[in-house]
């Protein structure tokens, strides 16, 4: 029995050893961000996809909502700003048509051209978030950012892609709702 408990506390002991190496473990910056980015990725493409492409047109009317972009136009104005702030932090020109106002590429018309262009848009941020590094070095600050001229840094600029992204999301989940249809996030 004692031999047992012996057993037992080395066991716990090593558990709980390997749990507070594990928690030590740093992430940079880059890793952080890149794993918002996945997340937030899979939530804007699976409510993309759960809308039918007949609603893509929808925009509230009642109400408040005079003016509110559709359910296409949230999802392209993602895309649109995905690549423009990933240019800003890549210190290039977006790869892709932004359009006019952030609006995104008039040419992507069709459901399914409007999730391949913001899976793309994700994609491209992927690869912005691989050039930030632990430095707080500024960057020329992209035109459609708020950060004062000379403040923005890779990192807040992400940060800022990422927050813009669930603003929108959340606005998606409101038409899916008023369209009868249960977000995927919500159907588990």
Request: charged letters at 20%; a neutral charge.
């Amino acid at each position: 029995m004692k031999n047992l408990v012996i057993v037992l506390l080395l066991a716990l002991a090593g558990r709980c050893l390997a749990q507070s190496s594990t928690a030590e473990v740093h992430r940079s910056n880059s890793q952080i961000i890149d794993f918002i980015l996945n997340f937030q990725e899979k939530r804007l493409v699976d409510v993309a996809e759960a809308m039918p492409a007949q609603n893509y047109a929808f925009a509230p009317s009642v109400g408040e909502f005079k003016g509110v972009r559709s359910f296409a136009e949230q999802l392209k104005h993602i895309a649109a700003d995905n690549y423009l702030l990933g240019a800003g932090i890549l210190g290039e020109k977006p790869p892709r048509d932004v359009g006019v106002d952030e609006r995104g590429a008039s040419s992507v018309q069709t459901k399914a051209e409007i999730i391949a262009y913001v899976k793309d848009s994700f994609a491209y941020m992927h690869r912005a978030t691989a050039a930030i590094d632990d430095a707080k070095r500024p960057i020329p600050t992209p035109p459609i950012s708020p950060w004062p001229e000379g403040t923005a840094t890779r990192l807040g600029v992400a940060i800022e892609a990422c927050a813009h992204s669930w603003d929108h999301y959340g606005q998606l989940v409101e038409y899916l709702r008023m369209n009868g249809i249960v977000p995927p996030a919500s159907r588990r």
